[in-house]
């Protein structure tokens, strides 16, 4: 088993299906991965099975109670005491592919779903070892950024995406967005396919793809083109683009 994911939520049945398809449902019949969902309602001691309470000091909603995440964290830990526990929350670290890829280097992880006003302060302090956020809005619970942190780690372990591909060669490893991508027909009502792309002159195609995902990057997110390391031949081709723009 390359890497094994514990879930702890008070919704397990929302994670059956969409991890179970396609590409991370073959990782898991390969036993590249495995999933596996923890109830943090049955790490409850009492006959009402209470996972929540009212604020200290007041306030609105519930605030999800330490002992059964505690308790929870620690039957997981049992078996294996280096699992690392990540907390999803709008206030950790923004998510991103290098993060990703670090975590995929973990052999265990803990992912530790939210619901109402979050956690108890004191399960952040003594039980979770780092906060992840997937992007600035507020989601209902913890559960969908944790299915999304699943699937961008899971597609860094080596055989998930299959064998001639690695998750490095995909946008963002160079810190630009992909270029776009066409098949059958080459006319569909009037829109064709870029010529070069049916030419089979192989460089002229990659010179194509590199100019077009340089253009999508100034056009859609010039904060990544900033960042990006860029060859002497990026920046020609750049400036051609700037010169179309004033025709
Ligand atoms: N929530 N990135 C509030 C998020 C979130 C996000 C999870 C909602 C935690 C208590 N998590 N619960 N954005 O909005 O990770």
């Known amino acids: 088993m390359r890497m094994k994911f514990d879930i702890l939520t008070l919704f397990p049945n929302m994670f059956s299906s969409p991890l179970r398809e396609s590409i991370l449902g073959k990782a898991i019949e390969k036993g590249l991965i495995q999933i596996r969902t923890v109830n943090i309602r049955d790490f409850t001691s009492d006959k009402h099975q209470v996972v929540d309470d009212t604020p ?6 519930m605030v999800m109670k330490v002992e059964p995440i505690a308790r929870a964290i620690e039957s997981v830990k049992a078996q294996n005491p280096s699992a690392w526990t990540v ?22 992880l803990i992912l530790l779903c939210g619901r109402y006003e979050g956690v108890d302060e004191r399960v952040r302090e003594s039980l979770v070892d780092e906060e992840i956020s997937i992007g600035d809005y507020v989601l209902t619970g913890g559960e969908l950024a944790a299915m999304v942190v699943i699937d961008a780690v899971s597609r860094f372990i080596p055989g998930v995406l299959g064998s001639d591909r690695s998750a490095e060669e995909d946008s963002f490893y160079n810190s630009l967005l992909e270029y776009p991508q066409y098949t059958r027909p080459p006319n569909f009502r009037g829109h064709c396919v870029p010529e070069v792309l049916l030419s089979g002159n192989h460089s002229a195609i990659s010179l194509w793809r590199r100019k077009e995902a340089l253009r999508q990057t100034s056009l859609r997110r010039p904060d990544l083109l900033a ?18 723009n004033f025709n």
């Open 56 to 61: 200290y000091g007041g306030g609105q909603g």
């Open 87 to 108: 907390y999803l929350t709008p206030q950790g670290k923004p998510l991103h592919q290098d993060l990703a890829r670090r975590l995929s280097t973990q052999p265990h």
């Open 227 to 244: 960042k990006a390391e860029l060859t002497e031949e990026d920046k020609k081709l750049l400036e051609e683009i700037l010169k179309e």
